[in-house]
């Protein structure tokens, strides 16, 4: 029974000392991915404004450690360190969290520059990774002191990913790298099994974001095939953490397709065959290659249009490089007649190829104005889309299509190609020309101007007539347009027979609508009648937003309200005042005792 008693006491000794020990010591929890995330977005990485977010990180430390009263001297500087013993809170561990980012996002900003870092911004650069990681592991360690089995996991991960950036960054030991990207995965793998739907999301995230920088390093350490397209596509992903990814992509890139332009020795357009000699020039012209091919392949239907839009806008950069380089190589070709002749073909060719690609640029934007016509406007956010804004979109369209077309005119011996291709231009801009008189008078009709719109869609309906013509009589004419061409001639027909229906109901109407009108008029000036307002005529289904052809003001309520007439307390009026007599309150009053002397002065 002895023993027994014993035993139970040293159970109860046991728990009393771990209870004291959870209060002496207690255990913190800090979500770092969402804490981090949240941060992030909220202040600058949502655009990649790396500065901006290294200006708040600045901030934040500044109020952390103001509220701590954890400052460091006033006036000298004096180095407090944080360690195991000082973490009395959580907000400790997130002064050396932020102190991390701190460090990282002003890395990332030298990063990022316009023109990439020079060799002294490379190393400053490298000194801020290199600061990230060593707070970071300052973390790491108060965490698996400080804080619950979460928090240092979470920790662990921050740290691994810090290390991982460094040595991705400095182009070493990747297989070091390689196994910290794994570890920060498995640990956000784990995570992401547990805890609420908006961490399993992040985590997830966060795992997608670390794939392709472990991929990257698989294929420097030589342990995958991967090929460079494919990098390409892991590239197009988008995240705070693929921002090193990309810049270390781009030199892959630039660096095959230094290796692919030392075998490319000409350009070729319309049977001709232009040499380039220049190796920026062929970079260049290799770069827009691949970018139409994205636009033209086979997955071109899976891209987004705004997608498109960007792709567009580096094919035009690409091909406008390669145009100044040209340009450079004839101000130095001199004398050599040969020489300026074989640039000036090729700086043609690649100013008939750009002009090509801005009219399907152009296109593009036709296909999404229409697209917003057609719909109206689901979105209430959603701008609304006007016929005057492809009316202008087919003016751009003339314009692209005229300056190409003199552009391949121009020179003394014209070619059979060049001919051709001329005859597809012109054959393009009557289709232009059919579209923008068809939209004209879209918006004529909705202007309620029915005789305007019914003779511009009757020109639409002859010029698509005579585009249709001509293309049919063309030997490799395009289906798709001979199709558009049918569909706007139906749309010209049907639209000439709803105005002409219009403007004769119009005309019949319009007696009664003048007797109306001149019914209402009176000798006294009072004309306008004023509409009721919706309020007042809720009983009869009739629209307050007057009529869509025309700008009225809707008459919903009137505002500013009408005065109204409000009751107030009576005003009371005193007349009896002025003639009562109040009695002499003399004898009340204390009387004052007089001196001799006073009396004198009387």
């Known amino acids: 029974m002895a023993k027994g008693k014993d035993v139970a006491a040293m159970e109860i000794d046991e728990q009393n000392s771990t209870e004291s020990d959870q209060i002496n010591n207690p255990k913190f929890s800090v979500n770092v991915l969402q804490l981090l995330k949240s941060a992030q977005m909220q202040h600058g990485l949502r655009f990649g404004d790396y500065a901006r977010y290294r200006r708040y990180c600045t901030a934040r430390l500044r109020r952390l450690y103001k509220s701590l009263k954890f400052t460091h001297g006033r006036g000298k500087y004096t180095k407090r360190a944080i360690t195991a013993s000082t973490v009395t809170e959580v907000r400790f561990l997130h002064v050396v969290l932020y102190t991390a980012e701190r460090a990282w996002s002003h890395a990332m900003e030298k990063k990022t520059l316009p023109d990439g870092p020079n060799a002294r911004q490379r190393s400053y650069l490298i000194g801020r990774l290199r600061k990230a990681v060593r707070w970071a592991s300052v973390l790491q360690e108060l965490c698996a002191i400080k804080g619950d089995s979460r928090t240092s996991l979470e920790a662990e991960a921050y740290a691994s990913y810090m290390k991982g950036s460094l040595l991705f960054e400095q182009d070493q030991h990747w297989d070091v790298a390689l196994k910290c990207f794994k570890s920060a995965r498995a640990v956000y793998e784990e995570l992401g099994k547990y805890g609420d739907l908006e961490n399993q999301v992040l985590c997830r995230e966060r795992v997608e974001e670390l794939e392709p920088s472990i991929r990257y390093c698989l ?9 460079t397209s494919e990098l390409a596509q892991i590239g197009e992903m988008e995240g705070p953490a693929l921002d090193l990814f990309k810049a270390k992509l781009e030199a892959v890139m630039a660096e095959a397709r230094s290796q692919q332009a030392a075998s490319m020795t000409a350009f070729h357009w319309l049977g001709e065959v232009f040499p380039v000699s220049n190796p920026k020039t062929r970079v260049s012209i290799l770069k827009a290659q691949e970018l139409e091919n994205d636009i033209n392949g086979p ?25 100044s380089s040209i340009r450079n190589d004839l101000a130095t070709a001199g004398n050599s007649e040969s020489m300026k002749d074989e640039l000036n073909g090729l700086d043609k060719a690649i ?3 750009l002009g090509r690609r801005t009219i399907e640029r152009n296109q593009l934007l036709v296909a999404m104005a229409k697209s917003k016509l057609s719909r109206g406007r689901d979105d209430k956010n959603e701008k609304v889309t006007k016929p005057e804004e492809l009316v202008r979109l087919y003016d751009l369209l003339l314009q692209n299509t005229a300056d190409l077309s003199d552009l391949v005119s121009s020179g003394r011996n014209r070619k059979p190609e060049e001919e051709t291709f001329a005859e597809e231009c012109e054959l393009k801009s009557f289709g232009f020309r059919a579209e923008r008189c068809f939209y004209l008078a879209k918006s004529y009709s909705l202007a309620g101007k029915r005789a305007e719109a019914y003779v511009l869609f009757s020109r639409a309906r002859s010029l698509a007539d005579t585009a249709l013509k001509k293309l049919q009589s063309f030997n490799n004419a395009d289906q798709v347009t001979i199709q558009e061409l049918n569909k706007l001639y139906n749309d010209c027909r049907s639209n000439i027979c709803i105005e002409h229906a219009t403007g004769i109901m119009e005309e019949e109407k ?9 019914s209402s008029i009176s000798l006294s000036g009072n004309d306008k009648k004023l509409e009721k307002l919706l309020m007042e005529k809720l009983d009869s289904y009739e629209s307050a937003m007057g009529d869509p052809t025309t700008k009225s003001t809707p008459r919903i309520e009137a505002f500013p309200p009408a005065f109204q007439a409000v009751a107030r307390n009576p005003i009371v009026l005193d007349l009896a005042y002025n003639l009562i007599e109040f009695p002499s309150l003399d004898n009340r009053m204390k009387k004052e005792v007089k001196g001799f002397i006073s009396r004198l002065w009387r």
């Open 219 to 227: 294929h420097k350490a030589g342990e995958s095939n991967i090929q």
């Open 299 to 323: 997955a071109a239907d899976s891209l987004p249009t705004e997608k498109k839009l960007v792709i567009f806008d580096k094919i035009f950069a690409a091909y406008n490089e390669a145009q």
């Open 351 to 353: 100013g008939a190829v």
């Open 510 to 518: 319009a007696p009664e609508n003048l007797s109306k009108k001149i």
